[in-house]
Structures are given as structure tokens and as C-alpha cells.
């Protein structure tokens, strides 16, 4: 023994002071092999002679002795099968039924034999506790445990072994009774679900409910976890309540000591999981992790598995924000953290981690390395073989080998995996027939594409609207695995048509759902609650008011995301939002070519391309330029001289932009020192899948003009549509067009009647055309935070008031008396008069053809592959099929002189495209010399 402990058999005050002395200093040691991380059975050696010298002294009955076994020895040894079956004989055979510690040694050992399956003994132990149990609720709660293990052990009818105990509870008072019947249902909850019976599962659940007053905070813990796993698949939006309720118990019913602490934090890292992999949050899920971490104590020192978790998911973050050296060492330290403290099955994954961000590095030796020491372990767990199976042939294609990369691919294919597993698998496999030159790869191509689909849609239907942006990035992946498949056709092909998917992937879906759920009758009075809410969440930005503008945020969304995952079952949304090449290229002239613009990364490359084809000729793949260093200047040059050749027998292209190209006038460059829109006609598209015959401007026409924002122009003042001064040429621009009106029906809102109130009034209305003349607003997020540091800024006051309500971005037109409310710090009206994006989104237009918007930057907003995020968006779910806007600012008086070209023709019934070309070419040959006034404005089909 360690020391030259002498033992005494009598606990006179000498002996037990010296024996409390000698416990203490092995615990002692304990410790410091813990954080020595010493080999595990040699620090269990020293709490065997503590509890020798416990139980010599004091007895192995005493507190002294079951205080180390419960504290110290039981958490120890939990997972290990083989020790605490030696600690089971020890608990059963030689500790008293009757002891003061014996109910929570019994109890907990219950646990931990119940966590690695050993269930008869957790039977036993859980009747072992009833018996001992300090009050009556206790010994119930134990007696359901041992019926619920024994049932696992034995088999048998759960719920008639759980009905005996109805007797027992009569004896309880209400309190007592209420805790006792939520641990009953919990338990049957958990077996409901263990055989597979979720519904029923989830009305155990219910009834939990409502007794969950008088449950212990662990158990609530555990019921709302259970709930959350069960709603997962079918209302995402409920399964997030359960993890922030889950979260709320632990706050605010735990105490804060270490053992507590650590339950907080691993509620908060499945808190982050669900951020971090369902709506692929990244901001958001490092803002739990980082909070898991300093809960813990951060620097983590990895000495626990929890603490190795968390680690590995900040790793994973610093690595996907392009911290790849500083990852990689995270990894390595955590690596080494488990190797010191015992490493186990469940660390494993860590060296997984490692691997593949030295293949992602482009360092595939160091990722071999990692894959060789651990093979043995890794290749024959189950939970993480087909991950290294997968890893094992990313490191072969990155050495040059794949065919011996296709071989272990191919014995994969008929393995159990997750969807996000077999879409890689696929891919892998296809690149390795590509290099092999293996004529399968074509079929896999296929695959990849109805894989990757079907998993974006599965959860574009479940996540609220907000989250469903994420899910680009997924199809982004796609479409660059696509693009590595090297000189196959069918691969190209497949590329175009996942970047189609994804350029009208969150429109497409959010009008789908919306059709469908609005077809259903039932749901009149939910959508009806949903259109008020998004008049509540704007009124309350428009207050600045935070709190009432997330709550009716976040409820609009609950509401709109259980809708669509109820009901859009009986549509089949794939098809509804799916966009194919064979559908584009029928529904365009015969003389017209596509270009579908992508932005994306080749490798550590951000590269500009296009797919181009036409009803004559199969998509193809041309590269443009490489966006490293941002847009070049001359970027619409570069663009038309890359793809002069594939233009050559077209009279019309028909383009879609990409990313930040969608504020970038590429219809007015050069090209071999010819206006490009003089040598071919350049529609410029939301999505090439809206390509539709040419309108004009119908026969009923609104006009909103503002020439007086209470700002008069001061000498020298620029009267642009964007300077908060007045426009006094609106007034002239709207007296010119209305010449033009005759006999065409005409609702005009000038000055004091262009206000946002009487605006809002045309919702619903059969206008053809509606023409908007005012300054327009684009602020994003930058922006908005340098004007809300300095006093001094023009938009000070604005943007406090956006900040303050969680906006980060304001597009808009600005109306009669917004100038006023712009610069004021609260507003006390109904309406401020600024129209933005999210007002419009409300509104609806059955009949409208054309929006035309005379103002300042009306063409911008927040950019992603789905187009831009700002008044171009909003008009057309509005409705309408065609808009003029602008990138830029825009002189007043050439504003109005490009409006009256504009209408003169379209008032004689020749269509918008046409009409707007005419005026396009007489400004810039008046203005030959000032390009950034005559390519302005832009028109989108």
C-alpha cells in the first residue's frame, strides 16, 4: 500500500483524524494523476487504498467509504464494462441496504450500469435503492426504474408492470404524486420511442407536460431533450423550442458548482449542433460554443470529453473561417488532450477531424499518418468506420491512387449511412472514375444531382425562411464537385441545372409552400395571423423597438414553418421548385442563347464562370475570371470577350447574374469597342427559368411622385435621387409621362398623397404599371453601424432606430414625409413613409407588368445567388413581371428626360424591353461621355 498506511480497526479520534489525513492527501493524488493524466487504473489505485483505509476505519457502511465510491470511484469507471461489473459485486455484496449513503450509490451506480446495457444489474441496484430511498417519492421513482430495466432485461408489458404501482401513489400528497406520474411518463415515452412508435411516444410526452412543475430541473433536462429528438424531422420549429427550454431549466434551476455547470454547457453545445448542421448557422452556433466554453473554464484544458467536444466544434469554425494553421493546431492540442486524460472510442472522431483538415490543407501526408496509427480502432467501430472508409479514399485521390480510392468507395455503397455521407460518397466515387477514365462516372453525375437535391429540399421544407438560407452553400459543393468531373458532358450538364436549383432555390421554395398552404382552407385563419404579424414585425422596426419586432419575427416564423412541414407533403415540392436545362431552352427563341453566371470556389480560388447554351447546343462551362482580388473594373468587357465565341449565331442573350455581379451594369460594356447591347440583345433576368414573352405597359398606370422632401435644394446642392434634398424635376417627369397616358387610365399620387398610407391602398388593385419617382434608399449593414457612431451623419437617427430593432440592412423608398421621420429618433406615427422592401413583400399586384423605379440605388440590397434581397425581390413577390431600378445615384433632370423617352415609346404599345432600349440609346448619345449616368439604370425580365 501506498505510504506505510497503518491501519487501525477502531475510529478513536487520533486514528480517524489520521485516517481523514491520509484519504485526503490519496484523493489529493488522485487529483493531480487526473491532471497529470496519469493511466487511468493507477489513479483508481489510489482511491482503492482510500476507500481500504475508509472502510478499515470507519466501516464500509460510512460516509467516509460510500462518499469516495459515489464521488470519486463510480464517475471513474462509468462506461467501462468490466469495472463496474467488479463495482457491482462490490455495491450488492458488501454495502448495507440500511446505510445513510447507500439510496444515492445504489442509484447512480443504476445509471451507469443502465448507460452501458448491463441491465440486470441495473435492475437490482435500482431495487436496491427503492428499498433504502430516504422518502417515499424516491423509492418510486427508483421502483419505476428497476420495472423499466427489468423490462429491458426480461421483456414484458411495460405498462402493466408500471400500473401496480397505482396503490402506491394514492399514498402520496398532490406534489408528490404530480413528480412521481411525470417520471412514469417520461419512462414510457423513452419506450415508445425505443420501439419506434414516435406518436405515442410524444403524447407520454405531452403529459409530462403537464406535470413538469413538479419535476427535478435534471428530468425536465432530459424530457425536453427526448421531445427535441422526436419532433426533429417533423417541426424543426418546435424542436428548437425544447432545446431552448431545456436550456432555460438549466440556467435558471441548477446551481452554479462545476458538476451543474457542465450540464448547462452540454445543453448549449446541442444548442449550437442544431445551428451549426440543420440551419447551417455558423455565427450563430460559434456564439453557443464560445459560451459552452467559458462556462467551463476557457482556455479548456480537454480533460473530459465534454471539454473535447466543445473544442472540436471551435475547431471546426476557426477552420471553415479560413484559420487553417490555427485549426489544426486546436485539433492537435485536442488530439493530445485525450491521448493524456485516456483516450477512448468516443474520442476517436477527434483524429478523424484532423485527417481531413490535413486533406483539406493539401497536406495528405500528415492526414496519412493520422489514418494509419489509428486504422485498427477507427475501421472497426461502427459509429465512425464509414467516415474513415470515406477519409481513407479522399487521401488516396490526393495521392494520385484512384483506384485504390474507387475500391473502398465501392464496398461502401450498400452501407447503412447518413444522406450527407452518401452524397459524398457519390461524389468521391465520381471523381474517382473520372481519373480512372471509367465511363460509370456519367450515371454517378446523375446521382449526385438527385441526392443533393432531395436533401435540400427535405430541409428547405422543415427550416423557418431565415434558415433556409444557409442551404445554398450545400448545393455550392455540389456544383463544384460537378465542375472537378472533368470532360464529361453530362457532368456539365448537371452543374448547370443544380446552379438553375440554387439560383431559385429560397423563391421558389417560399412561393411553393406558400400556394400550397394557401389551398388548403383550413389555414385561412393561420394565414391571415401570419400576413398581421408581418405588419407587427414592421411597425416595430419601425419604432425601433427590438423586442416586439423578433417576437412577431419569430412567431410569423413558427407559424410558417410548422404550415409548410403539415401540409407540403401533398405537393410534391421537387417539382415545384426544380428548374430544368431542356425547360429553359424550349420556352427561349430559337435565335437566343442562356448565360447563367456562378460565383463560386475552385479550391481556395473565388472564380467568376458562366454555363451557356441554347435550344441548339448542350450546356458548357466557360471560365471568366478569378475573383481574388474582387471585380476588375472592366469586368463586363472581360466577361463579353470571354464569351464572344459561344455568342457567334445568337441575336439575343437571355443572363442571369451572380453575387455581387448583380449591381453591376454589364448590358452597357464594350466589345471591340462596341457597346455590347448595340451588337446583341442583353436581357438581363431574375431567373432564366422567368424568360416570358415581351409585355407593355397595359392600360392602367399609377404614378407616386415626390418633388418636396421639406429638404429645398441649398446652392450647388447635387439634386440626385438619393441626396436628401428636393426633386423638383419628379413634378415635371410626372407631367411628361401623363401626356403620354391617353386614354389609359391613370391614378396619380403626388406630394401630399404620395404618402406611404395611400400607397399601401393600391395593394390588391388591377394596375398594369406602377411608376415610383422619390429618392431611394440602400443601407447595409456597414453602413448603417459607422452612421450609428457619429451624430453628425445624415442617417444617425435612422440607424439607431434599425439597429435597435435587429435589422441590419434598410432598403426603401423614401415617400412625403420621410425625410422627416428618417432623421427623427422615435416615431409616434402609423406609417413613417419610408416603403421598404419588407412592406412591399406584403403587398400584392395581381396584373402588374411593370415597376419602374425613379430613384436612387433602387436596384440594391443584400446579394446572394438568389438574386438581391432588397426592392428588386420585394417587387417581384409583389408580383410584378418586369422592373426598371437603378445601381447608383441618378441625376434628377436626366432621371426625368430617360423617363419621358421611356414612356413616349412604350405609351405607343411597343413593349418594355423596346421601349427601354430606345431610351437607353438616345441618353447615351446625348451623354457619350458620361457612362455613369446613361447605364444606370437596368432593366430586369
Avoid at 228 to 238: C, E, F, I, K, V
Avoid at 744 to 765: F, M, P, Q
Avoid at 884 to 897: E, R
Amino acid at each position: 500500500m501506498r505510504g506505510g498506511i497503518v491501519q487501525v480497526n477502531s475510529p478513536d479520534s487520533s486514528a480517524a483524524t489520521k485516517a481523514r489525513a491520509d484519504i485526503q492527501r490519496l484523493i489529493n493524488a488522485y487529483g493531480a494523476g487526473e491532471q497529470e493524466g496519469d493511466d487511468k487504473m493507477e489513479r483508481l489505485a489510489y482511491l482503492g487504498d482510500a476507500i481500504h483505509i475508509a472502510d478499515s476505519v470507519f466501516g464500509r457502511d460510512s460516509h467516509e467509504c460510500l462518499n469516495i465510491m459515489i464521488t470519486r470511484m463510480l464517475p471513474e469507471i462509468r462506461g467501462n464494462i468490466k469495472l463496474l461489473s467488479v463495482f457491482y459485486q462490490a455495491v450488492t455484496h458488501s454495502i448495507s441496504p440500511y446505510s445513510d449513503d447507500a439510496y444515492e450509490l445504489m442509484y447512480q451506480s443504476a445509471r451507469y450500469m443502465e448507460e452501458a446495457a448491463l441491465d440486470t444489474m441495473a435492475m437490482k441496484l435500482y431495487y436496491g435503492a427503492s428499498r433504502t430511498a430516504p422518502n417515499k417519492v424516491l423509492s418510486l421513482k427508483a421502483e419505476i426504474m428497476s420495472i423499466v430495466s427489468g423490462q429491458r432485461a426480461n421483456g414484458g408489458d411495460l405498462m402493466n408492470k408500471l400500473e401496480r404501482l397505482v396503490p402506491k401513489l394514492r399514498q402520496l400528497s398532490h406534489e408528490e404524486e404530480c413528480e412521481v406520474l411525470f417520471k412514469v411518463s417520461y419512462e414510457l415515452a423513452q419506450y415508445y420511442d425505443k420501439l419506434g412508435e414516435p406518436t405515442q411516444a410524444l403524447v407520454e410526452i405531452e403529459k409530462c407536460e403537464s406535470f413538469i412543475e413538479y419535476a427535478p430541473a435534471e428530468e425536465k433536462i432530459l424530457m425536453m431533450q427526448l421531445k427535441y429528438r422526436l419532433l426533429l424531422d417533423s417541426d424543426h420549429q418546435g424542436a428548437i423550442e425544447c432545446l431552448d427550454r431545456a436550456l432555460d431549466y438549466a440556467q435558471n434551476e441548477f446551481d452554479p458548482d462545476k458538476n451543474q455547470l457542465e450540464w448547462i454547457a452540454a445543453i448549449a453545445l446541442q444548442r449550437g449542433d442544431y445551428a451549426m448542421n440543420e440551419e447551417l448557422d455558423e455565427l450563430k452556433a460559434v456564439g453557443y460554443y464560445y459560451y459552452c466554453a467559458n462556462l467551463l473554464g476557457n482556455p479548456l484544458k480537454y480533460s473530459t470529453r465534454l471539454e473535447r467536444s466543445i473544442g472540436r466544434r471551435l475547431a471546426e469554425c476557426t477552420f471553415n473561417f479560413g484559420f487553417e494553421d490555427l485549426a489544426i493546431e486546436m485539433y492537435n492540442d485536442i488530439l493530445a488532450g485525450a491521448q493524456k486524460y485516456g483516450l477512448d472510442e468516443a474520442d476517436l472522431p477527434i483524429a478523424l477531424d484532423l485527417a481531413e483538415k490535413y486533406l483539406a490543407s493539401d497536406r495528405p501526408e500528415e492526414a496519412g499518418e493520422i489514418l494509419l496509427f489509428f486504422c485498427d480502432g477507427l475501421e472497426k467501430i461502427e459509429f465512425v468506420s464509414v467516415r474513415y472508409l470515406l477519409l481513407k479514399a479522399d487521401y488516396f485521390l490526393a495521392v494520385g491512387q484512384p483506384r485504390e480510392a474507387a475500391g473502398i468507395l465501392e464496398n461502401l455503397m450498400n452501407k447503412d449511412m447518413l444522406d450527407s455521407q452518401r452524397i459524398r460518397l457519390h461524389r468521391r466515387l465520381a471523381l474517382a472514375y473520372t481519373q480512372c477514365g471509367d465511363s460509370r462516372m456519367a450515371e454517378l453525375s446523375d446521382t449526385i444531382n438527385m441526392y443533393t437535391k432531395r436533401v435540400i429540399v427535405s430541409y428547405m421544407r422543415n427550416l423557418t425562411p431565415s434558415a433556409r438560407h444557409n442551404w445554398l452553400e450545400f448545393c455550392d459543393e455540389a456544383i463544384e464537385s460537378q465542375l472537378k468531373l472533368t470532360g464529361n458532358p453530362r457532368a456539365l450538364y448537371n452543374a448547370a441545372e443544380l446552379n438553375l436549383f440554387r439560383k431559385s432555390l429560397l423563391f421558389r421554395t417560399s412561393t411553393a409552400l406558400s400556394d400550397i398552404i394557401k389551398s388548403i382552407p383550413e389555414n385561412a385563419l393561420m394565414i391571415e395571423r401570419i400576413g398581421r404579424l408581418g405588419e407587427m414585425r414592421n411597425d416595430a422596426v419601425m419604432r425601433g423597438d427590438r423586442q416586439a419586432a423578433e417576437a412577431a419575427k419569430e412567431e410569423m416564423e413558427s407559424l410558417e414553418q410548422r404550415l409548410s412541414a403539415s401540409f407540403a407533403n401533398r405537393g410534391n415540392l421537387l417539382e415545384r421548385i426544380d428548374c430544368r436545362v431542356e425547360e429553359i431552352s424550349s420556352a427561349m427563341p430559337k435565335d437566343a442563347m442562356a448565360v447563367d453566371f456562378i460565383e463560386f470556389r475552385e479550391g481556395k480560388q473565388h472564380m467568376l464562370g458562366a454555363f451557356v447554351w441554347s435550344a441548339r447546343k448542350e450546356p458548357e462551362y466557360v471560365d471568366i475570371v478569378s475573383l481574388s482580388d474582387g471585380y476588375p473594373e472592366n469586368i463586363g468587357e472581360i466577361i463579353w470577350n470571354r464569351l464572344a465565341l459561344n455568342m457567334v449565331g445568337y441575336d439575343k442573350i437571355y443572363f442571369s447574374a451572380d453575387g455581387d455581379l448583380n449591381a453591376i451594369p454589364i448590358e452597357f460594356s464594350l466589345i471591340s469597342d462596341n457597346a455590347i447591347n448595340d451588337v446583341v440583345k442583353l436581357h438581363r433576368v431574375f431567373h432564366l427559368a422567368d424568360v416570358s414573352p415581351d409585355v407593355t405597359i397595359g392600360d392602367s398606370v399609377a404614378i407616386v411622385a415626390v418633388a418636396d422632401h421639406n429638404s429645398p435644394l441649398y446652392p450647388g446642392a447635387d439634386a440626385s435621387r438619393g441626396s436628401w434634398v428636393d426633386l423638383p424635376e419628379t413634378e415635371i417627369e410626372k407631367n411628361l409621362i401623363m401626356e403620354h397616358m391617353s386614354p389609359r387610365h391613370v391614378i396619380v399620387l403626388y406630394n401630399d398623397e404620395a404618402t406611404e398610407r395611400h400607397v399601401k391602398k393600391l395593394n390588391g388593385s388591377d394596375i398594369s404599371t406602377l411608376h415610383i419617382s422619390t429618392h431611394g434608399v440602400f443601407r447595409d449593414r456597414y453602413d448603417l453601424e459607422e452612421a450609428a457612431d457619429k451624430p453628425e451623419s445624415e442617417d444617425y437617427r435612422i440607424a439607431c432606430r434599425m439597429l435597435a430593432a435587429g435589422k441590419q440592412s434598410i432598403a426603401g423608398l423614401i415617400l412625403r414625409q420621410g425625410n422627416i421621420w428618417w432623421h427623427t429618433e422615435t416615431v409616434d406615427s402609423d406609417e413613417d413613409d419610408i416603403l421598404t422592401a419588407e412592406e412591399i413583400e406584403l403587398m400584392s399586384f395581381p396584373n402588374l407588368n411593370l415597376v419602374v423605379l425613379s430613384a436612387c440605388d433602387s436596384g440594391l440590397g443584400e446579394i446572394d445567388s438568389d438574386g438581391v434581397w432588397g426592392l428588386q425581390r420585394a417587387f417581384r413577390i409583389a408580383g410584378t413581371k418586369k422592373l426598371i431600378c437603378t445601381l447608383s445615384k441618378v441625376d434628377d433632370y436626366w432621371t426625368s428626360q430617360f423617363m419621358d423617352a421611356f414612356y413616349e415609346k412604350a405609351a405607343q404599345g411597343i413593349s418594355v424591353y423596346e421601349s427601354f432600349q430606345s431610351a437607353q440609346r438616345w441618353l447615351r448619345l446625348e451623354l457619350p461621355d458620361n457612362p455613369e449616368i446613361w447605364s444606370s439604370f437596368i432593366l430586369i425580365e
